[in-house]
């Protein structure tokens, strides 16, 4: 590691089901990032390309089309910049609410959120599987956690992600 990682979280505000806009939001806050900020790192928000609650929009057969279509443009956009983005995971174990992490121009990690809320507005239980492991990746020497929402708040998957290196 040599001097500060310059990380941006950027709020970039996406709609429910709105995935090529979310898509264009997000590499808006990319490119800000890299060239406004002279960032290292951009962190998009959960389920950015999807939009937050996405509900039973989840089973809709052309999402999981749109959502990929979407991670590959993200990873397209991450030749000079780590991108961190929200995202539905589908999988042959279910459907996970995940983190993915790009650099290079690659996937380098994946992570699936651990607790899903089921309260007041909340019903991740009903759409998603829970994740069960920590996911740390290296950018530029410095170990950093990767967490979602919910699981930042806390100890558990936190204490998870420190013993894991971060």
Known sequence: ?????????????????DVP?????CL????RAKNEFGARVVVLP???LCGYPPEDLLFHRDLERRVLQAL???????SDIAIIAGAPDYTDRGLFNAAYVYDGGWEIARYHKTLLPNYRVFDEERYFEAGSDACVVD????????IV???AWE???CEASASAGA
């Open 1 to 17: 590691m040599s001097g500060p990682l310059a990380l941006c979280m950027a709020q970039i505000n996406p709609l429910v089901g």
């Open 21 to 25: 806009g979310n898509l264009e939001r």
């Open 28 to 31: 808006e806050a990319v490119d």
């Open 46 to 48: 959960e389920l950015a």
């Open 72 to 78: 590959e443009a993200l990873a397209g956009a991450s």
């Open 139 to 146: 950018i530029d020497g410095f170990n950093i956690g990767v």
């Open 149 to 151: 929402c919910e699981d």
């Open 155 to 157: 100890e558990v998957p």
